[in-house]
């Protein structure tokens, strides 16, 4: 798929993204790839059609996961456990794998590790998994961990984070409750130096080949590194701080979560249906709940923990607007204000809402206007009730509350006007192989598969400017391990014209 374009065309750097490799650290994420639409499979069988019970909305309050500070140098030990919890108030209480200090304080989402910049984290993490496999089918035809003797197989990712790859939760270095191992595995222990900017990071579990049944069974949490002397002043911060991790799953009546386990290609995937899109939109671990907040400006750091639905926020006041000051990769040079914020799966956001002028007594919604999958619109991934998220009620409090303000310009802030010369330039292709159906197989870059041996080797502290180009029917969010990267542009092309080497298919 590589383009044999005259190298003698200058590649404009608008359409790449630079990054720079300086002893592990830097950058900023600040936005995906622009890619082509198709719809293509969600639903893989009249089976695998299921609707949720009806759920009310608005009558859980939302749950902030448990807090753990990680950086007075001691190391925590989180287990990964089998729990129920009740994730709505007339939902049977759903089967989960979940992180926690221990079997009884697990929950869902994972507890929230709070690191400091510069200071270095070590955390364990245990299987305490003793299910003989996954509650939700594996396919066993997919290349995954595949333990010789049974078990759950996990293996944590700490995504956005900058550290030596033997802590990054690499795909074969899954473990078992029973003590198989995969081939990359060398450690429960993962050791995070935390050098990267105060930003918003998430944990979650990373198996190869079940990496999609794990999260969407609850391996997930929060990760969130603070630098106090780089922070601006004023940001609302205790309880007016609260995360947000937004995510959509289906249920069956008894409250089990419902997974299509029907593969699109039945003869080369019995399993496998790519792309779970839900009809309830879960926050913090309820349906659709409600939050009650004063008059006064709260910050909320948002996760889009999804497996595959985009979300485009909104809220229902017209007065409102998410003025955002961060991103993946830490602080925004200066505020954006905005109307509505698009997310893909995976992408934080750190926004600031200013309720100080709402009645009190009044309720804003937090809506969701994307469509699924995203940009397109196929009507059955896109039940009404996927565009609702959550509520706010502005209740008073007594007495004169906190003063916040919006920052008028970050210094903390990534630096972003790089210098765009670099050392170098590189193109990867997103493919896939199709079985006779038109179904997918693989996922190819530049027409390698995960076993291939490694092709790239940029060296550390140079600045490089890769071109990302997807050739997938579907939007696909796309991050880089052990390093953050800035987008300089994004744009469509032309895959047939880019694939017959013509020149013009990029404009
Ligand atoms: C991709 O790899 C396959 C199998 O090795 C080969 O047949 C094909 O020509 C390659 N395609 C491109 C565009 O390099
Ligand atoms: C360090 O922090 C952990 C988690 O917050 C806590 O459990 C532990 O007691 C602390 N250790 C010391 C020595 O303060
Ligand atoms: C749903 O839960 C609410 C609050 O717990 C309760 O008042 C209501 O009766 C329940 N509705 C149904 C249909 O079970
Ligand atoms: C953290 O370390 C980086 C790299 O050494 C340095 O640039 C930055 O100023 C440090 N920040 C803090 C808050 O210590
Ligand atoms: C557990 O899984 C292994 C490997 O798939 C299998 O050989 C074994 O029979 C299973 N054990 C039970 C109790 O199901
Ligand atoms: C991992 O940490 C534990 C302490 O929780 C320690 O006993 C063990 O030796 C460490 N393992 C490795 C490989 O460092
Ligand atoms: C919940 O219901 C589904 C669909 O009927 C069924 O497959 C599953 O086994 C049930 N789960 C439990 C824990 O009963
Ligand atoms: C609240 O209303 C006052 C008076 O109209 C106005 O000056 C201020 O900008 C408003 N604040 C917000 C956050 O909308
Ligand atoms: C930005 O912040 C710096 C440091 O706090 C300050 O010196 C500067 O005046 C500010 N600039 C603007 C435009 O507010
Ligand atoms: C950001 O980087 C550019 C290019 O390297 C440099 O010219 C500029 O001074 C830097 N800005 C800050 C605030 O460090
Ligand atoms: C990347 O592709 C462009 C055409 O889009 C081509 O001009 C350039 O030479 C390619 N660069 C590399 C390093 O392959
Ligand atoms: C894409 O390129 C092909 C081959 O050059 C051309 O036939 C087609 O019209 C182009 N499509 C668009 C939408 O420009």
Known sequence: ???????????????????????????????????????????????????????????????????????????????????????????????????????????YPGPTLEAKRNTTSYVRFDNCITDNETFLVTDRTLAWANPPNGGVPIVTHLHGGQFQSDSDGHPDGWYTNGGDH???????????????????????????????????????????IRSPSEEPANLPTGSNEIPLIILDKTFWANGSIAFPDTGDSPDNHPNWCPGYYGDTILVNGKVWPYLEVFPEMYRFRIL?????????????????????????????????????????????????????NMTVGSVVYMNNSALAPFPDNTAILNPSTVNSVREFRIIARNGSGPRYSVPSNMTAATNTTYDLTTDGYRNFTFDETLDADGNRIKILLNNATWTDTVTETPTLGTLEIWDLINFLPDAHPIHIHLINFLVVYQQSFNATAYTANECSAVP
């Open 1 to 107: 798929m590589r383009s044999r374009c005259s190298s003698s065309r200058k590649l404009d750097v608008a359409h790449g993204f630079g990054f720079t490799v300086k002893n592990g650290l830097f950058a900023a994420v600040l936005g995906s790839l622009l890619l082509l639409g198709r719809a293509d499979h969600y639903q893989c069988a009249a089976s695998d059609l299921v609707y949720s019970p009806t759920l009310t909305p608005f009558i859980d309050a939302l749950p902030i996961p448990p807090v753990i500070d990680i950086w007075n140098g001691s190391q925590i030990v989180l287990g990964a456990y089998k729990i129920t919890q009740v994730l709505h108030s007339n939902l049977s209480a759903t089967t989960l794998y979940a992180y926690g200090v221990s079997e009884a304080t697990a929950t």
């Open 182 to 224: 995969g081939s990359t595995f060398t450690s429960e222990n993962h050791t995070y130096p935390n050098y990267q900017p105060a930003a918003l990071l998430f944990y979650h579990d990373h198996t190869v080949g079940i990496t999609r049944i794990t999260v969407a069974s609850g391996l997930t949490g929060l990760y969130i």
């Open 304 to 356: 889009n923990g999804a497996n595959a639905r985009f979300y485009t926020l909104t809220l229902s006041n017209d007065t409102l607007e998410f003025i955002q000051i961060g991103t993946d990769g830490g602080f925004l040079p200066d505020p954006l204000y905005l109307s509505e914020i698009t997310l893909a799966p995976a992408y934080r956001a750190d926004v600031l809402i200013d309720f100080t």
